[in-house]
């Protein structure tokens, strides 16, 4: 009888014990150099949270600050889990597609100090901005095949404009035209105009070299002083 009471007194000593020996070793696994990093495989994914499985067992994790590439539901990723239980997404292991996005909650800053940035694609660059897109250098060159613009509204201003191209063609429901000086300049120059031209000058000179022809179903001349016509033969009807 002595020998039973003293078995089942132990009991509850070697239960303490065993949590004891449980609760040590669980710390020493999270905490120092020594923190679980282990592969699991996204099974479900949204804004912020994930969920991840492993062996058929499902558990939540978020994505590290470090973690740029986005994960995506199938990918296998390297987690780590700390001392509070919480696990987190250092990286994307494996991926079946080889899409990419890299995605951050707050603003991204591409930096470099000493050297030069450049985007490569194979096919296709696209820039996307829900309010605007700004570019600041002391020089932009674009080079093209051809280019194409759609935009509600252009203002653009600068100190001296240069365009050299075979031709230009301009379609537009009213163009005006403000300038101190404007000169034109071409070899032949041919205007149609359906209903109204109209000239409001100063003074207007006109210079012709060699034939200058005036023809109308009625011409009007009117002066407020004097009108002169020279020449060394003048034929009226």
């Known amino acids: 009888m002595m020998q039973t009471d003293n078995i089942a007194s132990l009991i509850p000593e070697v239960a303490v014990a065993a949590n004891k020996a449980a609760t040590c070793e669980r710390e020493a696994s999270v905490s120092g150099n020594t923190s679980p990093m282990f592969t699991a495989l996204v099974s479900q994914c949204d804004d912020k949270s994930f ?10 994790a978020r994505c590290a600050f470090s973690c740029l590439v986005a994960p995506q539901a199938g990918d296998r990723v390297a987690v780590m889990e700390d001392a509070t239980g919480h696990c987190y997404i250092l990286h994307v292991l494996e ?18 100090s000493q050297g030069a940035i450049t985007l490569a694609a194979h096919t296709d660059v696209n820039f996307a901005a829900s309010k605007s897109c700004s570019l600041l250098a002391g020089k932009i060159g674009m080079v093209a095949e051809r280019a194409d613009i759609a935009v509600q509204s252009v203002t653009a201003s600068g100190r001296e404009l240069t365009s050299t191209v075979a031709s230009i063609n301009v379609v537009a429901r009213s163009v005006t035209t403000v300038a101190d000086y404007l000169m034109q300049q071409a070899r032949n120059s041919v205007r149609s105009i359906e209903m109204l031209d109209r000239v409001s000058a100063g003074e207007m000179i006109t210079s012709v070299k060699k034939l200058f022809s005036l023809r109308s179903k009625q011409t009007m001349l009117t002066a407020e002083q004097d009108v002169k016509i020279d020449g060394e033969r003048i034929h009226m009807g």
């Open 51 to 60: 969920m991840l499985e492993i062996d058929n067992m499902r558990f939540p």
């Open 95 to 112: 991926r079946q597609s080889q899409d990419i996005t890299v995605q951050v909650p707050g603003n991204l800053t591409f930096k470099s």
